[in-house]
């Protein structure tokens, strides 16, 4: 049963990795085939940052964790085994990316049900811009026929 605690962790978490990863180079693929290099770095330098600084906080919390549970197993006369740290991490970097979702997910939906009156979110912001764009178009027009 313990087998397949691991199995399970390492395939979701590779997994999501993964295909958040490989979309991200896939675009960039896509990308690089229409136009030259440069306007690829300048197009997805962003998503390659956080792609980075993820990677290297993810790496510095499994080395932190490893450092509390092995000092765990020692305090109780254990010995520290992978396989069941590797389900002790898979089940924090899961809790932690379930709640990130849980509240992405939320402010989507809510952006979408509820308006903010102003806010970049909201459809009111849009349509004081077109009524803006109207008087200015208006006065162009204006001054061209006088």
Request: charged residues 20%; hydrophobic residues 45%; contains cysteine.
């Amino acid at each position: 049963m313990e087998a397949i605690a691991v199995i399970v962790t390492i395939v979701v978490l590779a997994g999501v990795t993964g295909y958040l990863i490989g979309s991200m180079v896939k675009s960039i693929v896509v990308e690089r085939r229409n136009e030259n290099l440069k306007k690829v770095w300048r197009n997805f330098g962003l998503s390659i940052a956080f792609c980075v600084l993820f990677l290297v906080s993810w790496a510095a919390q499994a080395v932190a964790e490893w450092g509390v549970y092995a000092q765990e197993q020692r305090t109780h006369g254990e010995p520290a085994v992978v396989s069941d740290y590797i389900v002790q991490f898979g089940q924090s970097t899961l809790e932690n990316w379930q709640s990130e979702f849980l509240q992405l997910f939320s402010f989507v939906v809510l952006s979408a049900v509820l308006i903010h009156h102003g806010s970049a979110e909201s459809k009111d912001s849009d349509e004081r811009m077109e009524n803006t764009l109207r008087r200015i178009e208006q006065k162009l027009d204006e001054q061209r026929a006088a």
